[in-house]
């Protein structure tokens, strides 16, 4: 069976500090993988997309970037941290495009 | 562009009463369509979807959804709703982006409560 990995499940980060959440996939080959962030309130916001490696599509352009250096690896990163950037992280993968995609349990951060 | 709408934000049912979560579409093409659930602080959990075939889906946890063409509509429902049914649900639809596969957009989401 397949499963998703994704940590650290909370974070705390100051201001202007680097960003890196990983993801990874288990039981599965060349997954589409997912990043969404839920900010306060509840909607999910499409954040990054791949369907195979090295091959990431960008939502929104704002201050933070994703890589797939292996297969079943995502990681969402960012250089320097805003307060904005605060909320509900996650990822998930699915099949193919067509298919439904199943999610990590998150990662909450906060930045002060 | 491809879309789901969720008029509700909160959905107030009392223990043992059918439910319904309200979602309608708006896409170019045959629509791909799913329902989640998701606890507090935790990820989405997927219900059920439709792609083609009966218009009535079943899912887990006794949920049910009817894909209504004509209305645009999937519609996620419950002959009767159990307390720990309370949660936020997500409806979603899959966008394609020709070799770009296929994004998954989400409505809002509709806070359910149940009361015994």
């Known amino acids: 069976s397949q499963t998703i990995h994704q940590w650290p499940a909370t974070l705390v980060q100051p201001v202007g500090s680097p960003l890196s959440l990983e993801c990874t996939v288990e039981?599965?080959?060349?997954?589409?993988l997912y990043w969404y962030r839920q900010a306060a309130g509840r909607g999910l916001q499409l954040l990054f997309y791949?369907?195979?490696?090295?091959?990431i599509s960008s939502e929104v352009p704002q201050n933070l970037s994703a890589s797939r250096p292996q297969d079943r690896q995502f990681i969402l990163s960012s250089k320097k941290l805003l307060l904005s950037d605060s909320g509900f992280y996650l990822c998930a993968w699915s099949f193919s495009w067509d298919s439904e995609a199943f999610f990590g349990q998150g990662t909450r951060l906060t930045v002060v | 562009a491809q879309s789901v709408a969720q008029p509700e934000d909160q959905v107030n049912v009392a223990e043992g009463n059918p439910l319904t979560v309200k979602c309608t579409y708006s896409?170019?093409?045959?629509?791909?369509l799913f329902w989640y659930v998701q606890y507090p602080n935790r990820g989405l959990q997927f219900l059920l979807k439709?792609?083609?075939?009966?218009?009535l889906v079943k899912g887990s946890y006794g949920f049910e959804a009817e894909f209504n063409k004509s209305q645009t509509s999937f519609h996620l429902k419950k002959p009767s709703a159990l307390v720990s049914d309370s949660a936020l649900y997500f409806c979603?639809?899959?966008?394609?982006?020709?070799?770009?596969?296929?994004?998954?957009?989400f409505g809002q989401g509709t806070e359910l409560s149940v009361k015994p």
């Open positions: 791949s369907v195979g490696i090295g091959q």
């Open positions: 979603a639809v899959r966008h394609w982006e020709g070799n770009q596969g296929g994004k998954l957009i």
């Open positions: 896409v170019s093409g045959n629509p791909y």
């Open positions: 039981g599965t080959s060349n997954p589409n």
């Open positions: 439709y792609i083609t075939g009966d218009n």
